[in-house]
């Protein structure tokens, strides 16, 4: 059984900077292309980012590109996601996921095609 943990969630003010990292167990991170999402309240749960399984190719949403960076280390079975310069509308309960993929090359972007996620982490970002 795959289980994904994150962390480093709080509060943080506008302009801030959080690095939350997810943890699997269960089988090796590198197994997987994973992926962060986010769920602001009232709204559907949307993609920030993801990393295929070498680390070589990542794939940011519009929305965080150029402020958030995700990164991986296979050998600690960890994901992170660097994020800088936040704003409130940042504000969410962040998921990280595992998608199966054949090629190390790929990224995954539609939520429907992960198998597991985490319980998610709080980010609050005051003004």
């Known amino acids: 059984q795959v289980q994904l943990v994150e962390s480093g969630g709080g509060l943080v003010q506008t302009g801030g900077s959080l690095r939350l990292s997810c943890t699997v167990s269960?089988?090796?991170?590198?197994?997987?292309?994973m992926g962060w999402f986010r769920q602001a309240p009232g709204k559907e749960r949307e993609f920030v980012a993801t990393?295929?399984?070498?680390?070589?190719?990542?794939y940011y949403a519009d929305s965080v590109k150029g402020r958030f960076t995700i990164s991986r280390d296979n050998a600690k079975n960890t994901v992170y996601l660097q994020m800088n310069s936040l704003k409130p509308e940042d504000t969410a309960v962040y998921y990280c996921?595992?998608?199966?993929?054949?090629?190390?090359?790929?990224?995954?972007?539609?939520?429907?095609?992960?198998?597991?996620w985490g319980q998610g982490t709080q980010v609050t970002v005051s003004s």
């Open positions: 996921a595992a998608a199966f993929t054949y090629l190390n090359t790929i990224v995954v972007q539609r939520d429907k095609d992960y198998a597991y």
């Open positions: 269960g089988r090796t991170s590198g197994t997987y292309a």
């Open positions: 990393i295929s399984r070498s680390g070589g190719n990542t």
